[in-house]
């Protein structure tokens, strides 16, 4: 009788710490990039615009130098959502054979007259057209990201291809001026702030952009797996209901001081770093709402298709789910 009684205890401790675990909030678990181009890390600090942070789910952005890492975490259940360029979804579905979906927007190059990548050399390098570059090395942040495939657009146009006509090489955002003015790579991918503060110092020439390379691209958006997505729908949708309110507050010219400093205290850089461009048309568009343009998705993967970035096309819509978002704007005001 009394191990009875002991086993009852313990079951009754155990069934309620079930209930105490499943009344937590869900953590998501979401890669980002360089911010702000991946501007979700910001989205969570401004805590007063949130409504469901540390209730039904709790943000916690993670940081990968690019897709291809996060394409791999996604894989190893290492993360349940994560940013991703349009090869890195086509190469998940296509050779990881990952169940994605496009759940939100975060950047597109070139929309409504807003910034993209620029593809920059020195002024005295006597390179002043794409063709120029036959024989040359080329930077970009990381192989096979929406960089890189532009680039490879542009030299397509030119007439010239990878390996054969020209060398390709990996640098990070952040050390991609230096190695230009140190002559060790003779053209750079730049994109703000690191695009603005090489021009403030003079001595450096625009090439050409993404938006010549590929007209208007859905460079960067967010991708879960879709077995995260179905089994956490109401938490879900109320992390999507705080990432589009917030969206709205950083988007609003009335907040911009304030988001302005938010962004510099998270990256540790002074504001006047952010001052010039953040959160205006010379910065990445980003959709109010963070509805993703499915149709520049699909034009951008048959294009990557057409490079031979990628075996095959997908279908971009099979391998989306804005229905989170859809629940957002009805919710909001």
Do not use: C
């Amino acid at each position: 009788m009394k191990a009875l009684r002991a086993f009852l205890v313990v079951a009754a401790l155990l069934a309620l710490a079930g209930e105490a675990a499943a009344g937590e909030p869900l953590k998501v678990r979401i890669g980002y990039g360089e911010a702000p181009a991946t501007i979700t890390p910001l989205l969570f600090l401004k805590k007063e615009v949130l409504r469901h942070h540390g209730k039904s789910y709790v943000a916690d952005p993670i940081y990968f130098r690019g897709t291809t890492a996060t394409l791999q975490a996604l894989g190893a259940k290492e993360l349940d959502m994560a940013y991703m360029s349009p090869a890195g979804l086509a190469h998940g579905v296509l050779n990881a054979k990952l169940d994605l979906k496009v759940v939100s927007d975060l950047a597109q190059w070139g929309t409504a007259g807003y910034h993209g990548p620029v593809y920059m050399v020195l002024e005295d390098s006597g390179i002043r057209t794409p063709a120029d570059l036959k024989g040359k090395v080329l930077a970009v942040n990381v192989f096979g990201a929406g960089v890189h495939l532009a680039l490879t657009a542009m030299m397509k146009k030119a007439g010239l291809n990878e390996k054969a006509d020209y060398t390709v090489v990996e640098v990070r955002f952040p050390a991609m001026e230096a190695t230009l003015r140190e002559k060790k790579v003779d053209l750079i991918s730049a994109i703000p702030p690191f695009y603005y503060q090489a021009k403030a110092r003079g001595g450096v020439r625009d090439l050409f952009t993404s938006r010549d390379a590929m007209g208007s691209v859905q460079a960067l958006f967010n991708v879960a797996r879709s077995e995260f997505l179905q089994a956490h729908r109401a938490a879900v949708a109320d992390f999507f209901e705080d990432y589009q309110r917030a969206l709205r507050w950083f988007l609003d010219p009335a907040n911009r001081a304030e988001a302005l400093q938010i962004t510099a205290n998270f990256l540790k850089r002074p504001v006047n770093v952010f001052e010039g461009w953040a959160f205006t048309p010379k910065d990445y568009y980003r959709d109010p709402g963070a509805m993703p343009d499915l149709e520049a998705l699909q034009r951008n993967i048959d294009q990557s298709v057409e490079l031979g970035a990628l075996p095959r096309r997908i279908e971009v819509k099979e391998h989306a789910d804005v229905s989170f978002l859809q629940e957002a704007r009805r919710r909001l005001p």
